[in-house]
C-alpha cells in the first residue's frame, strides 16, 4: 500500500482495466477446484514468486529497480530451508507481497485509473459474494493448504498463499492494497486508513470465519481521493490573480478577489488586465 510506484504505460484499455481483478479472483478459484489445479498453482507459485518479486523494481517504475534483486535470494532460502520456523512466514509474506507489488505495477500500465478503480470495487464485490454468498473460496482454501509443492532435494515453499501463523490469506487479498496504492493521491492516509478499517473488520473472525478479506480498500479507496474535487479557486494558486483587484468603498477587496477567482473565465477582461 505504502510502496511508491510509477508503472510505465504500455498500452491503455478500459475493458482490462475493468476486467483483470476479477477475472483473477475467479480463475484463481476456478483453477484450484479442478482436479490437479490446486498443485499446479502451488508449483507455479514456488517458482513464479521470487520472480515476480525480484522484477517489482522496474514493475513499479522505482529509482533503484534492482534492490529487490538483492533481497528476493537470501528471502527465498529462508523460506526454503526454514520451513517451520516463523522467519520462514515471515519470508514468504515478503515475498508474496513483492511479487502481488509487481503484477499490480503491471496491470496499472495497461488500463487507464479510472476503470482500474472500478475493477478494484468490482473485485471487492465478487470477493464479498464468493466468500459468503457462494462460498467457494473455503474450499479453495483447503485446497491450496492441502497441496504440496515440488521437491528439489527439499520441497521448495509454499507460496500459494499467504500464512502467518494461524492467519490465511490468498494472494488477492495483498494484491488489492497494492493496487489500492497507484489508484489514489493521498497514499499514506488511504494506507492508515485502510489499516485501521482492515483491524475492525477482523473482528467479524470472532463470529464467522473465513471472512472477505478485501473491503477494507474501499475505506481507503475513499480516503485516498478525498478532497479531489475541491475547486481549484480555493487553493493558494488559484487565489493569485495577475494584476490586482480594486478595492471596495469600505477598503475589502476579498470578496472581489474571490468573485474574480469563480468568474475568471476566457473573453472576461478586468481592468487592470487591459
Do not use: H
Not at 24 to 45: C, E, K, R, Y
Not at 88 to 102: K, R, T
Not at 249 to 260: K, N
Amino acid at each position: 500500500m505504502f510502496a511508491p510506484g510509477r508503472p510505465l504505460r504500455l498500452v491503455s484499455s478500459r475493458a482490462l482495466g475493468l476486467a483483470i481483478p476479477a477475472a483473477a479472483l475467479v480463475a484463481g478459484v476456478t483453477i484450484a477446484q479442478l482436479g490437479g489445479g490446486a498443485d499446479f498453482l502451488t508449483a507455479l507459485a514456488a517458482v513464479a514468486t521470487p520472480l515476480l518479486a525480484a522484477g517489482a523494481g522496474w514493475a513499479r517504475g522505482w529509482r533503484l529497480p534492482w534492490l529487490p534483486v538483492l533481497c528476493v535470494p537470501p528471502l527465498y532460502a529462508v523460506a526454503w530451508l526454514r520451513p517451520e520456523a516463523w522467519s520462514s512466514d515471515l519470508a514468504g509474506v515478503v515475498l508474496i507481497a513483492g511479487a502481488c507489488l509487481a503484477i499490480t505495477g503491471l496491470v496499472a500500465g495497461v488500463a487507464p485509473r479510472s476503470w482500474l478503480t472500478a475493477g478494484l470495487v468490482l473485485l471487492v464485490v465478487l470477493d464479498v459474494i464468493l466468500v459468503w454468498g457462494d462460498r467457494q473460496v473455503e474450499p479453495t482454501m483447503n485446497a491450496l493448504q492441502a497441496a504440496a509443492p515440488p521437491t528439489i532435494g527439499r520441497p521448495l515453499p509454499e507460496l500459494q498463499q499467504v500464512d502467518f501463523g494461524s492467519a490465511t490469506m490468498g494472494w488477492l487479498d495483498f494484491a488489492a492494497p497494492a493496487l489500492l496504492g497507484l489508484l489514489v493521491q493521498r497514499r499514506f492516509a488511504a494506507g492508515v486508513a485502510t489499516g485501521l478499517a482492515a483491524g475492525l473488520w477482523g473482528l467479524l473472525l470472532l463470529a464467522t470465519s473465513p471472512i472477505a478479506a478485501t473491503p477494507p480498500v474501499l475505506v481507503g479507496l475513499i480516503v485516498g481521493r478525498k478532497g479531489r474535487g475541491r475547486l481549484k479557486a480555493l487553493s493558494p494558486e488559484g487565489l493569485s490573480l495577475k494584476g490586482t483587484v480594486p478595492e471596495t468603498a469600505g477598503g475589502d477587496r476579498s470578496g472581489l478577489e474571490l468573485a474574480a477567482c469563480f468568474d475568471r473565465r476566457p473573453g472576461r477582461v478586468f481592468a487592470n488586465d487591459a
